[in-house]
């Protein structure tokens, strides 16, 4: 299924927000589109009036329940789709603020990949 109309201009910008907290990383499971119910970083469009780091931090908090701020970049991934168009996808490493994301479709996991990450007390 292709992205929102708003966001299919031939070219969107997406963003993950990867929040660790003492080596462990905030997932959600996934309810819309591909992929559903599977669990990935929080992570969705920018809109037109923010940055990538407004961006992310807003979708952490929509979709995770948390408060956090950027640390650095991860990642990217480019892709381009004769269905979607191009699209950039951007990784961000989050340090969490407040919150709880205690839900069902929210968890911390500790895989051994985050061990070069920084510890946050």
């Known amino acids: 299924m292709p992205p929102p109309e708003r966001y299919n201009t031939g070219y969107n910008v997406g963003v993950g ?5 003492n080596g462990r990383l905030l997932l959600v499971r996934r309810a819309s589109r591909r992929g559903r119910g599977n669990w990935q970083v929080p ?3 920018i809109e037109p009036d923010e940055t990538i780091e407004q961006a992310v931090i807003r979708e952490v908090e929509e979709e995770a329940g948390v ?3 950027v640390e ?3 990642g990217l991934r480019n892709r381009c789709d004769p269905d979607v168009g191009n699209s950039l996808y951007i ?3 989050l340090h969490p603020l407040s919150g709880d994301p205690s839900q069902t479709a929210r968890k911390w996991i500790a895989p051994s990949i985050l061990a070069w ?5």
């Open 67 to 69: 408060t956090a701020e």
């Open 17 to 21: 927000g990867a929040v660790v907290h």
């Open 43 to 45: 992570g969705g469009f």
């Open 72 to 74: 650095g970049i991860l």
């Open 117 to 121: 990450t920084k510890s946050t007390p």
């Open 91 to 93: 990784v961000l490493l």
